[in-house]
């Protein structure tokens, strides 16, 4: 694993946030362990969501649909609700004041809704991304005439890929904060508070060290 942290020393040069971590997860956890920890940060996003009313998306159903958040707040019902009864129709009717506050509610878990879906998609791609380079990188590896299968050569294939890797890092990381920063503005036109937002930033650089902590292992261990 020591070789890890050479290889990921080159990653440095261009980008230190979040790295230290994941190397440091990487040289003190197996993959067991590190599956287990993203599946405990999943869960605890999941609740995190479940406390504004709010899903974990079907990324592979939500994929290719339109997850632009909506710009209209659809108007406040004012027709009265019925109920069955055995006597007929029942009419209630519900004060102006809570339909529209009802409204409200409503418009702004349908744009934070859009928003989640829209970060479940860009995470979706940058895991698919890493997947990717790391089975190449083994792949490549794989190939080479059994002479040549060294550490050396190891390092050489990954270092090859680092510039890909950062760029592709530093794009997931821009998409990320647009749409956290369109969080942040939903949340504020409705006069909440950004302790959603601040939680779900942190829960994404933590789940990020997680995921390239997993690659190294993959690769090194």
């Not at 004060?95 to 418009?107: K, L, V």
């Not at 995470?123 to 040549?148: H, M």
């Not at 890929?161 to 969080?183: H, P």
Request: aromatic share 6%.
């Amino acid at each position: 694993m020591v070789l890890a942290v050479v290889v990921v020393g080159a990653w440095f040069a261009y980008t230190q946030r979040n790295n230290l971590k994941a190397v440091y997860l990487a040289m003190t956890s197996d993959a067991d362990t590190l599956k287990q920890k993203e599946e405990e940060q999943d869960k605890k996003r999941e609740e995190l969501l479940q406390q504004y009313g709010l899903t974990e998306p079907d990324v592979s159903q939500i994929e290719g649909e339109n997850t632009t958040a909506p710009q209209t707040e659809p108007p406040a019902s004012s027709s009265p609700q019925t109920s069955p009864s055995t006597g007929g129709t029942e009419t209630t009717q519900t004060p102006s004041g809570q339909s529209g506050q009802d409204s409200q509610t409503q418009a702004m878990k349908a744009k934070l809704q859009s928003y989640v879906n829209q970060l479940y998609q860009v995470e979706a791609k940058y895991q698919g991304y890493l997947n990717g380079v790391v089975a190449a990188a083994k792949q490549e590896f794989a190939a080479l005439p059994k002479e040549q299968k060294n550490s050396d050569n190891k390092m050489r294939i990954v270092r090859g890929k680092m510039g890909e890797l950062i760029a592709q890092e530093n794009a997931c990381d821009a998409e990320v904060e647009t749409i956290l920063s369109g969080m942040q503005a939903t949340l504020k036109q409705y006069g909440q508070s950004n302790d959603l937002v601040n939680q779900i930033r942190s829960y994404y650089e933590e789940s990020k060290a997680t995921w390239k902590a997993e690659k190294m292992v993959e690769l090194y261990g």
